[in-house]
């Protein structure tokens, strides 16, 4: 069952590195990297993150993953990046077929291959990486075991469809126990002679494992999905895997410390999963439920370990929504504390738009100040209220006083257009708070009290529609209607000294709303896309637009069709099969009460509101009580 690979590494390092930019970023063997004789290994795994090392380097899950399979002492696993476009064409060159970091073995001679899927402008990119690994790229190609499993999991996975194509298996959910558990069966099954096929129809049984050859969509005469047909060997849901126990789950403190420069350099731990806000735009806050804290003697230690284990200087308090972590002030306290004397700073990633979280920052920055980003996400109170961001115009206030107080002078404020219910005066109300707050930057201050003039950058990102959100039933803006709307946003920030104004690509916004909603059928958009050259799409200098619609023409798909239009309440979704353990039910109750513009609130704070996930996951969520409200679900 052993398997001899090839190490590329005389032919890498002779014929590729002296040539490109950047070589130290394909190195490989960096301080606490993990390398594992290939002929010991009952199986053997590459992990791909189908983006550049610097990006890919600065993802916690694949770090997770990489010590998760690596501490069993009979799998291996080594990590891939996307090379970039100097090194890929020397590769295509001379031949030599992509290859892992830690000892330039062959993809293409894995037993498994793991991808992760983070961002739907990649899927191009993951096309690509299997090429350059010599593989097919259809499933349906590679029957048997001549040729690895591919597999992939991530935040995409909750709509796998345009991928479904690619792709073996599907892992739905948070991965540390289920990827260990295929690797078993995995090798049980290779011990026992048993086929590919007969392996995929056994791992349909796991617990958050979705096999795409075991369901068949059938479509209607209008193009919409009419039903999922699906095998008796699997289930009719999938339902995601959740890691309750956070304290005792598996956390990397033997962090790698890359030798080229990374986008998130520094250590970091997780102090929480999950965010109950309830945003109704916010995919994540719906598909990481439930909330999961780690305690403070947990992470107290492993901030320690990571440190001493790195060398670090920053140490990164990492989860969704840090500053709502409950005991995230004397944490703070306790960190600063103990590292401090040695030159170690905390960082806290995400705020919430008021003046404690800014007083958070103000703790953490005592050295210097950057820039503070905060995100109100949309002009007026009525669409914040719509999408039930739970930010009020006295809040935005109090955190940029508090902000200007602690001698911030340079302030990032992000928004959204094209939200459902969106008027053009609260397009309109963007630049009225960012006039707004100009006006509290020269208020401040004194004689004794110089002022330094006050900054504000406003991005502004075009809103699309995700699976499993309160808005994943909304058509959204056709292209037309948002280059108005970013025009609409120039003219009213042209005159507007002291600001900046950065809008996203409408078309790339428009394509990722394409395949956030997508179906099976958008998987021959992707192979033609990938036939004509498209990959790094959400890189500007590599997009092309053109090409895009070419594919769709190829195929013969309609793109506005998937992004625009809107979803009816009983139709079948793509992504239907698939359990984020939110009820979708729920998710319609929300989209309810977007147009009424009414909130609800964080059930952290109050009763439980009834989304279903402690019900499907039969957990004892502390954070919902007994409201009664949870019948909605039922």
Same mark, same amino acid.
Request: charged share 25%; net charge negative; glycine share 8%.
């Given at each position: 069952?052993?398997?001899?690979?090839?190490?590329?590494?005389?032919?890498?390092?002779?014929?590729?590195?002296?040539?490109?930019?950047?070589?130290?970023?394909?190195? !490989?063997?960096?301080y606490?990297?993990?390398?594992?004789?290939?002929?010991?290994?009952?199986?053997?795994?590459?992990? #791909?993150?189908?983006?550049?090392?610097?990006?890919?380097?600065?993802?916690?899950?694949?770090?997770?993953?990489?010590?998760?399979?690596?501490?069993r002492?009979?799998?291996l696993?080594?990590?891939?990046?996307?090379?970039?476009?100097? #090194?890929?064409?020397?590769?295509?060159?001379?031949?030599?077929?992509?290859?892992?970091?830690?000892?330039?073995?062959?993809?293409?001679?894995?037993?498994?291959?793991?991808?992760?899927?983070?961002?739907?402008?990649?899927?191009?990119?993951?096309?690509?990486?299997?090429?350059?690994?010599g593989?097919?790229?259809?499933?349906?190609?590679?029957?048997?075991?001549?040729?690895?499993?591919?597999?992939?999991?991530?935040?995409?996975?909750?709509?796998?469809?345009?991928?479904?194509?690619?792709?073996?298996?599907?892992?739905i959910?948070?991965?540390?126990?289920?990827e260990?558990?295929?690797?078993?069966?995995?090798?049980?099954?290779?011990?026992?002679?048993?086929?590919?096929?007969?392996?995929?129809?056994?791992?349909?049984?796991?617990?958050?494992?979705?096999?795409?050859?075991?369901?068949? %969509?059938?479509?209607?005469?209008?193009?919409?999905?009419?039903?999922?047909?699906?095998?008796?060997?699997?289930?009719?849901?999938?339902?995601?895997?959740?890691?309750?126990?956070?304290?005792?789950? %598996?956390?990397?403190?033997?962090?790698?410390?890359?030798?080229?420069?990374?986008?998130?350099?520094?250590?970091?731990?997780?102090?929480?999963?999950?965010?109950?806000? =309830?945003?109704?735009?916010?995919?994540?806050?719906?598909i990481?439920?439930?909330?999961?804290?780690?305690?403070?003697?947990?992470?107290?230690?492993?901030?320690?370990?990571?440190?001493?284990?790195?060398?670090?200087?920053?140490?990164?308090?990492i989860?969704?929504?840090?500053?709502?972590?409950?005991?995230?002030?004397?944490?703070?306290?306790?960190?600063?504390?103990?590292?401090s004397?040695?030159?170690v700073? &905390?960082?806290?990633?995400?705020?919430?738009?008021?003046?404690?979280?800014?007083?958070?920052?103000?703790?953490?920055?005592?050295?210097?100040?950057?820039?503070?980003?905060?995100?109100?996400?949309?002009?007026?109170?009525?669409?914040?209220?719509?999408?039930?961001? =739970?930010?009020?115009?006295?809040?935005?206030f109090?955190?940029?006083?508090?902000?200007?107080?602690?001698?911030?002078?340079?302030?990032?404020?992000?928004?959204?257009?094209?939200?459902?219910?969106?008027?053009?005066?609260?397009?309109?109300?963007?630049?009225?708070?960012?006039?707004?707050?100009?006006?509290?930057?020269?208020?401040?201050?004194?004689?004794?009290?110089?002022?330094?003039?006050?900054?504000?950058? &406003?991005?502004?990102?075009?809103?699309?529609?995700?699976?499993?959100?309160?808005?994943?039933?909304?058509?959204?803006?056709?292209?037309?209607?948002?280059?108005?709307?970013?025009?609409?946003?120039?003219?009213?920030?042209?005159?507007l000294?002291?600001?900046?104004?950065?809008?996203?690509?409408?078309?790339?916004?428009?394509?990722?709303?394409?395949?956030?909603?997508?179906?099976?059928?958008?998987?021959?958009?992707?192979?033609?896309?990938?036939? #004509?050259?498209c990959?790094?799409?959400?890189?500007?200098?590599?997009?092309?637009?053109?090409?895009?619609?070419?594919?769709f023409?190829?195929?013969?798909?309609? %793109?506005?069709?998937?992004?625009?239009?809107?979803?009816?309440?009983?139709?079948?979704?793509?992504?239907?099969?698939?359990?984020?353990?939110?009820?979708?039910?729920?998710?319609?109750?929300?989209?309810?009460?977007?147009?009424?513009?009414?909130?609800?609130?964080?059930?952290?704070?109050?009763?439980?509101?009834?989304?279903?996930?402690?019900?499907?996951? !039969?957990?004892?969520?502390?954070?919902?009580?007994?409201?009664?409200?949870?019948?909605? &679900?039922?």
């Amino acid at each position: 069952m052993y398997k001899t690979a090839k190490s590329w590494a005389a032919e890498v390092e002779s014929q590729l590195l002296p040539y490109v930019d950047k070589p130290a970023q394909y190195l !490989g063997g960096e301080y606490n990297s993990i390398e594992k004789d290939w002929r010991r290994a009952a199986a053997t795994m590459a992990l #791909l993150f189908p983006d550049l090392y610097e990006i890919g380097m600065s993802h916690l899950g694949m770090r997770i993953l990489y010590e998760v399979v690596n501490s069993r002492p009979e799998y291996l696993l080594e990590r891939v990046f996307a090379p970039a476009a100097d #090194l890929e064409d020397l590769m295509r060159q001379q031949n030599i077929p992509l290859f892992s970091w830690e000892n330039y073995h062959a993809v293409r001679d894995f037993d498994v291959v793991g991808v992760t899927l983070q961002y739907e402008m990649s899927f191009t990119n993951i096309l690509n990486m299997l090429e350059l690994a010599g593989l097919p790229l259809l499933a349906a190609e590679r029957e048997g075991w001549q040729w690895p499993l591919v597999v992939a999991g991530g935040p995409c996975a909750y709509n796998p469809e345009p991928l479904a194509d690619f792709f073996d298996l599907f892992i739905i959910g948070e991965g540390e126990q289920v990827e260990l558990e295929l690797l078993d069966l995995y090798t049980s099954c290779r011990a026992a002679n048993l086929s590919k096929d007969e392996f995929l129809r056994r791992a349909a049984s796991l617990a958050g494992i979705y096999v795409p050859k075991l369901y068949q %969509p059938v479509y209607a005469e209008d193009g919409r999905l009419q039903a999922m047909l699906v095998d008796e060997a699997a289930p009719e849901r999938i339902l995601k895997r959740v890691v309750q126990d956070m304290d005792g789950a %598996p956390f990397p403190t033997n962090q790698i410390v890359p030798f080229a420069q990374i986008v998130h350099d520094r250590a970091v731990i997780e102090v929480m999963r999950g965010c109950n806000r =309830g945003c109704r735009f916010c995919q994540a806050g719906v598909i990481y439920r439930p909330v999961r804290e780690k305690s403070p003697e947990v992470l107290r230690e492993q901030a320690a370990k990571a440190l001493a284990a790195t060398g670090y200087d920053e140490l990164g308090m990492i989860s969704l929504s840090t500053a709502d972590y409950s005991c995230v002030g004397s944490l703070i306290d306790q960190l600063l504390a103990e590292h401090s004397q040695d030159g170690v700073s &905390v960082s806290l990633p995400s705020l919430r738009v008021d003046a404690v979280s800014v007083g958070l920052a103000e703790k953490l920055q005592t050295v210097r100040k950057g820039g503070l980003t905060l995100a109100p996400e949309a002009g007026t109170q009525r669409l914040r209220d719509i999408i039930n961001k =739970g930010v009020s115009e006295e809040d935005i206030f109090a955190a940029v006083q508090a902000a200007l107080a602690a001698g911030w002078n340079t302030i990032k404020l992000y928004f959204m257009a094209g939200l459902p219910y969106e008027t053009d005066d609260d397009l309109r109300g963007i630049a009225r708070l960012a006039r707004q707050i100009l006006a509290l930057g020269r208020a401040r201050g004194g004689e004794d009290k110089p002022r330094r003039p006050l900054n504000i950058t &406003v991005s502004v990102a075009f809103f699309v529609p995700k699976a499993h959100t309160p808005f994943q039933w909304f058509g959204q803006n056709s292209r037309a209607e948002l280059l108005r709307k970013r025009e609409l946003l120039l003219a009213e920030f042209k005159h507007l000294r002291g600001t900046k104004l950065n809008c996203h690509d409408i078309e790339l916004s428009f394509l990722e709303g394409v395949f956030s909603r997508g179906d099976r059928r958008l998987g021959k958009v992707l192979l033609a896309a990938h036939n #004509l050259g498209c990959k790094f799409d959400s890189w500007h200098e590599h997009f092309s637009y053109d090409r895009w619609l070419q594919a769709f023409e190829q195929a013969g798909l309609d %793109p506005a069709w998937y992004a625009e239009r809107f979803l009816q309440p009983q139709e079948c979704l793509p992504w239907a099969h698939i359990d984020c353990g939110v009820s979708q039910k729920w998710l319609w109750l929300e989209w309810q009460k977007a147009g009424r513009a009414e909130k609800t609130l964080d059930c952290r704070q109050g009763p439980c509101n009834g989304c279903g996930i402690c019900q499907a996951l !039969g957990c004892d969520n502390h954070y919902c009580n007994d409201s009664g409200q949870s019948e909605v &679900v039922s």
